[in-house]
């Protein structure tokens, strides 16, 4: 027998399971237009830097280097990131897990800054 309290409660979590899957798809095409924008932005940096005339300078080797770690990080992080939102479970394995947990936390001490070599 359904009295008010369950019906209520049954309400709100219908409610609260939209918003949810709302919320969700909102952050999966969030993730997958920074994907994009990644991807395209560093690619073509990189291809008009190939292309350059003058790519031995100094700037163009740092902005080259630049490029591709920021792409590095975007397919490190974003993307496992987009896998992980649209499957909900891992199943790479226990290994790839660990590897790929690796991968993301030394590209994040890389970004912030955490080098061990300066003193």
Do not use: P
Request: hydrophobic letters at 55%.
């Amino acid at each position: 027998m359904i009295n008010e309290s369950n019906l209520m409660i049954i309400i709100f979590d219908r409610i609260f399971l939209k918003i949810n899957r709302v919320l969700q798809t909102e952050q999966l095409t969030f993730l997958w237009i920074i994907f994009v924008m990644i991807v395209f932005g560093n690619c073509s940096v990189l291809v008009t830097l190939s292309l350059s005339k003058n790519r031995k300078t100094r700037m163009n080797f740092f902005i080259m280097h630049l490029a591709i770690a920021d792409l590095m990080v975007g397919l490190i992080n974003v993307l496992t990131d987009i896998i992980w939102r649209m499957t909900v479970a891992f199943y790479a394995g226990n290994i790839a897990c660990k590897v790929i947990k690796y991968l993301q936390v030394s590209s994040d001490s890389n970004i912030f800054g955490n080098n061990q070599h300066t003193k």
